[in-house]
């Protein structure tokens, strides 16, 4: 029983690092854009097919497939963010939703015209289960809370120490005075944008060799998984959005156990309801971002 | 002003009104081409777009065969397809365009149980015959034929016949009586499972743990650690191909795969998922209306017609739809007219020869077909035999 719940856990830690991965980079485009991105979890399916057609039709290995997910994930976003995420910057709420709702469509349209519509198979990664203190893990499950780790380290040292995560933290607490004292706005939208899609894309490879089937619709379910993550965890609040994702992996994972796995979906929202009625801004706030 | 501007709406609106006439006057030349029109709703995107796809080639490559061999009664075929993207919501407006737009003679479809059930009421309403050739909720022809809508027709196996032989099988040859369940959130997964119930008593057999996926569905491994320790001696799984795959490897995680086995039906014995997770598919148990592997001389020239043609093996998806069309031109053929209601008469009493034994329908309109039940040995599938079983209506 007690070793069942531990495992759970463990589990829920597993999922809410792929979680925290994608959420965070919403949240940090909601903190400096104020839009909440609708197409993100088209990124994460993008960087998945860069790596799928890379290890499908170039038989490359999966390390250098990740980098090429990533790469090509991060090239889209650098024309999608010209085109339309830096245009939203100070534009009104609504046409930030539509502009990266009718994103989503188009990139995942694209894909499906492109690569058809049905599963892929995904066949790179490590998948050979190992046990950790009496738990089987597969290899990549454990790479996965690795990578979640050093992402967020290495997130939080970016926005502390560098200019770029600086000038982020800035934008993201007052547009008009980063513009008045020089601050290239623009530019740093685009930049948080791109760090945002590449993260999704990052998330997307990492867990391919584990989710096995690869296909065009599969970034809805992941944006609608991080809404209610970054609305608890505090719109635009990274910290938040960590804890945010683990207690929402944990709790489906324990829900998925105990109730029933067709009540997993529900859960996200449940809870956000939940906390919402007790803490309206979310867990954490929205003022603390990053 | 207002006057004007409601003056020229009612001429813009006469014109088109005369204009959906004439439309309508060249629509109802229907057929009248020389072609039978033949609507096929299939989920041609979203996640089970990869049914669609093989359903599709597997009734063009017939509606070629038949065309080339100078058609049904002088006529060729033409197949029309109308994407469901497996939603029952999608799947009733592909069917009503495909009757009201394109004028169809006759359709086939759906791929999933839940779209089925949807379009009956609503080919019953057009009064044009639909014959399913993949769906097998029990429902569909529960309620057809004498159950009430007489413009259904089914040629596939039902669930329950399914439910039935699977769990025969698991108790007589492998000696199994507990269970866990876990199958696909939808009328084809939960009716299965419904079916299973129903036949547990025979068998002395019950069910353990009981969980539904959601279509999409990608972490299994709560409800596989649940399941490894419930003390189950089989899964019974009915899903989707997609998922099997991913089940398959999160068995290997949880560290039951090679000890409890997947039973029921989810293209377990697709070479892909095999590959994918080769010690959790050993000892899969599935029975399938039919596979690529099934040994009669029609089924081997279609695989290797179709195989050539596609480069890609077929599925059971392409082998119903191609079978379907022939059995649909065989009855337009003794119909002698592609009047619907002979046609619908020439079916109810068809004698046709299928890749897997003759086809009739009793009188819910449903095929008596057999299953075929497979096991995976060796990484390969094994057929274990064909069986038939009648369906027991409920009175």
Redesign the interface.
């Known amino acids: 029983m007690f070793y069942t719940i531990i495992e759970q856990v463990v589990n829920g830690i597993v999922s809410g690092s792929v979680y925290a991965i994608v959420a965070v980079g919403m949240t940090m485009i909601f903190g400096v854009l104020r839009a909440i991105n609708f197409a993100h979890g088209e990124y994460y399916m993008l960087g998945t097919f860069g790596a799928w057609f890379a290890i499908e039709y170039f038989d490359l290995p999966y390390p250098v497939a990740v980098v090429i997910g990533v790469v090509a994930t991060a090239v889209i976003a650098v024309v999608v963010g010209n085109f339309v995420m830096q245009r939203i910057v100070g534009a009104p709420a609504e046409a930030g939703v539509l502009a990266t709702l009718g994103v989503a469509l188009i990139l995942q349209n694209t894909v499906i015209l492109v690569f058809g519509g049905s599963y892929k198979f995904f066949s790179g990664g490590y998948i050979e289960p190992v046990s950790v203190f009496g738990f089987t893990l597969a290899e990549q499950r454990i790479l996965i809370i690795i990578v979640g780790l050093i992402v967020f380290v290495g997130l939080e040292l970016m926005v502390t120490y560098s200019r770029m995560g600086k000038a982020m933290r800035a934008v993201s607490q007052n547009i008009e005075c980063c513009a008045v004292v020089g601050i290239d706005v623009r530019h740093i939208a685009l930049w948080t944008f791109i760090i945002g899609a590449g993260l999704a894309a990052l998330s997307g490879v990492l867990t391919a060799p584990v989710n096995v089937s690869v296909y065009g619709g599969m970034g809805e379910l992941i944006t609608f998984k991080t809404l209610p993550i970054i609305i608890m965890g505090g719109l635009g609040n990274v910290r938040g959005t960590f804890v945010a994702a683990m207690i929402l992996g944990i709790a489906e994972s324990l829900v998925a156990t105990y109730v029933g796995l067709q009540f997993r979906d529900t859960v996200g929202f449940a809870t956000l309801m939940l906390v919402l009625m007790w803490r309206p801004h979310g867990l954490f706030s929205a003022q603390a971002r990053f | 002003m207002t006057i004007e501007l409601s003056r020229r709406g009612f001429c813009i609106g006469t014109a088109l009104i005369g204009l959906q006439t004439v439309s309508s006057g060249a629509f109802a030349a229907r057929s009248e081409d020389g072609t039978v029109r033949l609507g096929l709703v299939a989920p041609?995107?979203?996640?089970n777009?990869?049914y669609?796809?093989f359903s599709l080639r597997g009734a063009q490559m017939a509606a070629k065969e038949i065309n080339d061999a100078g058609g049904v009664g002088g006529r060729k075929i033409n197949v029309m397809p109308g994407d469901s993207q497996g939603t029952p919501v999608e799947g009733v407006s592909a069917t009503r365009r495909l009757i009201d737009q394109d004028q169809v003679d006759f359709i086939i479809g759906d791929v999933s149980s839940s779209v089925t059930l949807a379009m009956q009421p609503v080919v019953e309403d057009a009064g044009v015959l639909l014959l399913n050739a993949a769906s097998s909720n029990p429902m569909i022809t529960y309620k057809a034929g004498v159950g009430g809508f007489k413009w259904t027709f089914r040629n596939y196996p039902t669930d329950e016949n399914r439910s039935l032989l699977v769990l025969q099988y698991a108790a007589e040859k492998k000696g199994f009586t507990k269970y866990s369940v876990?199958s696909v959130?939808t009328d084809y997964g939960r009716a299965a499972i419904h079916f299973t119930k129903k036949y547990l008593p025979r068998f002395k057999s019950e069910i353990l743990t009981?969980?539904?996926?959601?279509e999409?569905?990608?972490?299994?491994?709560?409800?596989l650690?649940?399941i490894r320790?419930s003390g189950a001696q089989a899964i019974i799984m009915y899903g989707n191909a997609?998922?099997a795959?991913?089940v398959g490897?999160?068995m290997?995680?949880?560290?039951i795969a090679g000890k409890i086995p997947l039973i029921g039906n989810a293209e377990f014995n697709t070479a892909?998922t095999i590959?994918?997770a080769p010690k959790a598919m050993e000892g899969a148990i599935e029975a399938a209306a039919w596979l690529p592997g099934y040994d009669s001389p029609k089924s081997k020239a279609f695989v290797d017609k179709f195989t050539a043609e596609y480069r890609e093996a077929p599925n059971n998806h392409a082998y119903v739809h191609w079978e379907t069309v022939h059995l649909l031109a065989k009855a337009i053929e003794q119909a002698k007219s592609i009047d619907r209601e002979k046609v619908r008469a020439a079916l109810s009493g068809i004698h046709y020869d299928s890749a897997v034994g003759e086809v009739t329908f009793d009188d819910h309109n449903q095929a008596r077909l057999p299953m075929i039940l497979l096991e995976i040995e060796g990484g390969k599938p094994v057929v274990k035999g064909a069986y038939k079983a009648e369906i027991d209506y409920p009175k």
């Open positions: 041609m995107s979203g996640p777009a990869r669609g796809a876990l959130d009981e969980d539904y996926y959601k999409g569905e990608v972490d299994f491994r709560s409800v650690s649940k320790d997609d998922s795959p991913i490897r999160q290997m995680e949880v560290g892909s590959k994918a």
